[in-house]
């Protein structure tokens, strides 16, 4: 091996192991790289409660020192960012990634957990949307963020999909992937890529059982692998979405509330 790729998440844990960090990291060695990691928040789910979710932001002065440490390696081949979960945590990411001048960013604005419906800080959102899009390589919104970010609210067609993707490029991240996923009626799941000029419509047959807790999560991470491994955006997006797919076909029941993608799919089906 004659070069070590290396990628960082910032993000935060899922105890589950499906999305978050560790969604990222195992997306990261199934793209034969170095995964590097700061954490910024710790979700909990609660079986007696239905699921539901706690958020425990980390300290932003300790997530600035993880990152002191990544970064004492120099900058990384590509990175991305999850959930931040607060805004002096979104203001940490900013500084980090101006002050080492990196490049090759992915920018997923995680607003809500899974089964969530309201945004978690709306502070932090309009922090990612202010401090962050305009440092973005690309953007993966899903429907719900893509619909605060752009101002629509709620998207249920292609066409307010494209809309959307149109406003979010607008606030300055180069691509945005507007991710439908299973969201959108009809049979087919599918999201959205914009460079500025072109819209490309990536769509798969949806799945059933569609074991897809950190689908998104997952998404983001392919789209960071391929891009460290050399990959422009668009060919990154496209076998990301592939990745994702076979992390979904081979998902499973965790328990009665939740079913995550498993990560080694598409190595699986190859």
């Given at each position: 091996?004659?070069?070590?790729?290396?990628?960082?998440?910032?993000?935060?844990?899922?105890?589950?192991?499906?999305?978050?960090?560790?969604?990222?990291?195992?997306?990261?060695?199934?793209?034969?790289?170095?995964?590097?990691?700061?954490?910024?928040?710790?979700?909990?789910?609660?079986?007696?409660?239905?699921?539901?979710?706690?958020?425990?932001?980390?300290?932003?002065?300790?997530?600035?020192?993880?990152?002191?440490?990544?970064?004492?390696?120099?900058?990384?081949?590509?990175?991305?960012?999850?959930?931040?979960?607060?805004?002096?945590?979104?203001?940490?990411?900013?500084?980090?990634?101006?002050?080492?001048?990196?490049?090759?960013?992915?920018?997923?604005?995680?607003?809500?957990?899974?089964g969530e419906d309201e945004v978690?800080?709306?502070?932090?959102?309009?922090?990612?949307?202010?401090?962050?899009?305009?440092?973005?390589?690309?953007?993966?919104?899903?429907?719900?963020?893509?619909?605060?970010?752009?101002?629509?609210?709620?998207?249920?067609t292609l066409d307010q999909m494209?809309?959307?993707?149109?406003?979010?490029?607008?606030?300055?991240?180069?691509?945005?992937?507007?991710?439908?996923?299973?969201?959108?009626?009809?049979?087919?799941?599918?999201?959205?890529?914009?460079?500025?000029?072109?819209?490309?419509?990536?769509?798969?047959?949806?799945?059933?059982?569609?074991?897809?807790?950190?689908?998104?999560?997952?998404?983001?991470?392919?789209?960071?692998?391929?891009?460290?491994?050399?990959?422009?955006?668009?060919?990154?997006?496209?076998?990301?979405?592939?990745?994702?797919?076979?992390?979904?076909?081979?998902?499973?029941?965790?328990?009665?509330?939740?079913?995550?993608?498993?990560?080694?799919?598409?190595?699986?089906?190859?």
């Open positions: 091996m004659s070069k070590i790729i290396k990628t960082l998440t910032i993000a935060g844990s899922d105890s589950s192991g499906g999305a978050g960090i560790q969604a990222d990291l195992k997306t990261f060695e199934e793209y034969g790289t170095y995964g590097l990691s700061a954490l910024t928040t710790i979700v909990t789910m609660d079986p007696d409660r239905g699921w539901h979710h706690n958020v425990y932001p980390v300290d932003a002065a300790i997530v600035a020192e993880q990152l002191k440490t990544i970064f004492a390696g120099g900058p990384v081949d590509a990175m991305k960012t999850g959930m931040l979960g607060s805004v002096e945590i979104v203001k940490v990411a900013e500084q980090a990634l101006k002050s080492n001048k990196q490049t090759n960013v992915v920018i997923d604005p995680v607003m809500v957990c899974k978690l800080n709306p502070e932090s959102a309009d922090a990612i949307r202010d401090l962050l899009l305009p440092l973005a390589t690309v953007a993966t919104p899903n429907l719900f963020e893509a619909g605060v970010l752009s101002g629509l609210g709620k998207l249920t494209k809309e959307a993707a149109r406003l979010i490029h607008q606030l300055g991240t180069r691509n945005v992937v507007v991710k439908g996923g299973k969201a959108l009626g009809g049979d087919k799941a599918i999201d959205i890529f914009y460079d500025g000029s072109e819209y490309l419509v990536l769509e798969t047959a949806k799945i059933e059982p569609a074991h897809n807790h950190g689908a998104g999560c997952t998404f983001a991470a392919a789209i960071t692998g391929g891009l460290a491994n050399g990959l422009s955006v668009k060919d990154a997006v496209v076998k990301a979405k592939d990745f994702v797919s076979a992390a979904i076909r081979n998902g499973y029941a965790f328990n009665e509330y939740v079913g995550p993608v498993f990560h080694g799919g598409y190595r699986l089906e190859q």
